[in-house]
T-cell receptor, first 114, second 113 residues
Framework: NAGVTQTPKFRILKIGQSMTLQCTQD?????MYWYRQDPGMGLKLIYY???????DKGEVPNGYNVSRSTTEDFPLRLELAAPSQTSVYFC?????????????FGPGTRLTVL | AQSVTQLDSHVSVSEGTPVLLRCNYS??????LFWYVQHPNKGLQLLLK??????LVKGINGFEAEFKKSETSFHLTKPSAHMSDAAEYFC???????????FGQGTELSVKP
């Protein structure tokens, strides 16, 4: 049982390049989330999904896209990378979206855009 | 709308002394509150959560937190700090839709030998 896994761990992009951050969970959770963490700040929600085929915007969705074709996977796509997207990205999952549910986090992807 | 404020950006204690990390919240309804810990270059791990049951919540590694509605606080404590407690701690309140979490800015805990 690996929990939530993310790849890659580190990546350096040039301005204007694109990339996909991968996230997989093996806990059969319905809800999945993408957050970004900027230095000295808490996490901010980018996108979330309540199940396969259903996604919605979070607090800071601009510059990102997501899809959810399976329960297990929730990739995050960066189009036309900008320096403002330099951050640490965390994927998380929970069984349901109730306020009391615990979210389980992956180890993160550290992205630098130069 | 919900929000959470961590009152200290950095706390430094000596090993063996008590830890107090302060958190105030704002919520228009009865909140669910969490404390997560993040060790350097690691993901976030749940320490404990309050879900409207007992107001004193015990978590892992000897941490506990007390929900005080009258003070809108959810402070995290530990009687005796250990070197391995050095990390970033986040106080989090849960929104009422889609499991959205609202994070505080974090408190960095340093533990001196």
């Amino acid at each position: 049982n690996a929990g939530v896994t993310q790849t890659p761990k580190f990546r350096i992009l040039k301005i204007g390049q694109s990339m996909t951050l991968q996230c997989t969970q093996d806990m059969n959770h319905n809800y999945m989330y993408w957050y970004r963490q900027d230095p000295g700040m808490g996490l901010k929600l980018i996108y979330y999904s309540v199940g396969a085929g259903i996604t919605d915007k979070g607090e800071v969705p601009n510059g990102y896209n997501v899809s959810r074709s399976t329960t297990e996977d929730f990739p995050l796509r960066l189009e036309l990378a900008a320096p403002s997207q330099t951050s640490v990205y965390f994927c998380a999952s929970s069984y349901a979206g109730a306020p009391t549910d615990t979210q389980y986090f992956g180890p993160g992807t550290r992205l630098t855009v130069l | 709308a919900q929000s959470v404020t961590q009152l200290d950006s950095h706390v430094s204690v000596s090993e063996g002394t008590p830890v107090l990390l302060r958190c105030n919240y704002s919520s228009s309804y009865s909140p669910s509150l969490f404390w997560y810990v993040q060790h350097p270059n690691k993901g976030l791990q749940l320490l404990l959560k309050y879900t409207s049951a007992a107001t004193l919540v015990k978590g892992i590694n000897g941490f506990e937190a007390e929900f005080k509605k009258s003070e809108t606080s959810f402070h995290l404590t530990k009687p005796s700090a250990h070197m391995s407690d050095a990390a970033e701690y986040f106080c989090v309140v849960s929104g009422n839709q889609g499991g959205k979490l609202i994070f505080g800015q974090g408190t960095e805990l340093s533990v001196k030998p």
